[in-house]
Nanobody, 122 residues
Framework: QVQLVESGGGLVQTGGSLRLSCAAS????????MGWFRQAPGKEREFVAA????????SYADSVKGRFTISRDNAKNMVFLQMNSLKPEDTAVYYC???????????????WGQGTQVTVSS
């Protein structure tokens, strides 16, 4: 099992950037696929991005391709989501997630963090 804690959310203007971080505990982190989801008010939670344990496979939602980049540092048990060219429609609570079966495309989340708020002002 793995515990996930997100950080790095906040308020940013349209066109700005944020970098989300997810700290994972658990010695088997390196073998988990990791991903990010988001949930806007009144909407269902949606997939954003995922990365395999070796970083060789990544996947992205069409809405964030070319703007967001997922990466990981297995030595530090960290996953990151670099978000550039942010839009008001990116406003949501962002959740870090893990899949112990290393499925990055498609990504199937098993464990979840508590979420971090991202707000993009127009």
């Amino acid at each position: 099992q793995v515990q996930l804690v997100e950080s790095g959310g906040g308020l940013v203007q349209t066109g700005g950037s944020l970098r989300l971080s997810c700290a994972a505990s658990g010695r088997t982190f390196s073998y988990y696929a990791m991903g990010w989801f988001r949930q806007a008010p009144g909407k269902e939670r949606e997939f954003v991005a995922a990365i395999s344990w070796s970083s060789t496979v990544t996947s992205y939602a069409d809405s964030v391709k070319g703007r967001f980049t997922i990466s990981r540092d297995n030595a530090k048990n960290m996953v990151f989501l670099q978000m550039n060219s942010l839009k008001p429609e990116d406003t949501a609570v962002y959740y870090c997630a893990a899949d112990p079966h290393n499925r990055a495309a498609p990504f199937i989340a098993t464990y979840w963090g508590q979420g971090t708020q991202v707000t993009v002002s127009s």
